[in-house]
């Protein structure tokens, strides 16, 4: 069992940033596992956005390469998406995954508007 809590989301206007962590704790040591990033728009299937290996190796989607950033801090069990440039498709449920594991967490909210 792992337990993940997500927080950062908000209202942000186009072209602004937002910072989304993830805290993660239960059964599990950390820094050997995989971290992942999705997200869900409404009645749209939640998708990948970026992933980050135990040794800090990254890979982000086409559509936020440039403008995302996955990281982690160990020593914090925490997992971070640094969201830039952000654009109205960015809107979605964004929740973190390990993806070792079955459950998620509850998700924040990223809504991207003017």
């Known amino acids: 069992q792992v337990q993940l809590v997500e927080s950062g989301g908000g209202l942000v206007q186009p072209g602004g940033s937002l910072r989304l962590s993830c805290a993660v704790s239960?059964?599990?040591?950390?820094?050997?596992?995989?971290m992942a990033w999705y997200r869900q728009a409404p009645g749209k299937q939640r998708e990948l956005v970026a992933e980050i290996s135990s040794g800090g190796s990254t890979n982000h989607v086409d559509s936020v390469k440039g403008r995302f950033t996955i990281s982690r801090d160990n020593a914090k069990n925490t997992v971070y998406l640094q969201m830039n440039s952000l654009k109205p498709e960015d809107t979605a449920v964004y929740y973190c995954k390990v993806p070792s594991f079955n459950n998620w967490g509850q998700g924040t909210q990223v809504t991207v508007s003017s």
């Open positions: 239960g059964s599990i040591i950390f820094s050997a596992y995989a």
